[in-house]
């Protein structure tokens, strides 16, 4: 059984910048990829990026050019760089890893909240 913990969230200020954290433990074998999705208040969850096993990696157009999914697979943690936020991107976040046959895993979320 795999876990996501989540970190790294919290209050900044329009412009500012976060780094966001997934440690996951359990068995990976059969990981197809790992992911960032995103809700706001009222809102549809959201994904926010994306990488697979290969290293290939998606975003949202929202946020192309100021976040960065990235992952160290010795720490077996995905990470999720956040530049330039806005207050938009207030939301809580949450990780996921998707596996074939098992599906997706949910992180518990961590909440950002930007400033303007």
């Known amino acids: 059984q795999v876990q996501l913990v989540e970190s790294g969230g919290g209050l900044v200020q329009a412009g500012e910048s976060l780094r966001l954290s997934c440690a996951a433990s359990?068995?990976?074998?059969?990981?197809?990829?790992e992911a960032w999705y995103r809700q706001a208040p009222g809102n549809q969850r959201e994904l926010v990026a994306l990488i697979t096993h290969s290293g290939s990696t998606n975003y949202a157009d929202s946020v192309k050019g100021r976040f960065t999914i990235s992952r160290e697979n010795a720490k077996n943690t995905v990470y999720l760089q956040m530049n330039s936020l806005k207050p938009e991107d207030t939301a809580v976040y949450y990780c996921n890893a998707k596996f074939i046959g098992v599906g997706d895993v949910w992180g518990q979320g961590t909440q950002v909240t930007v400033s303007s």
């Open positions: 359990g068995n990976r074998f059969l990981l197809v990829a």
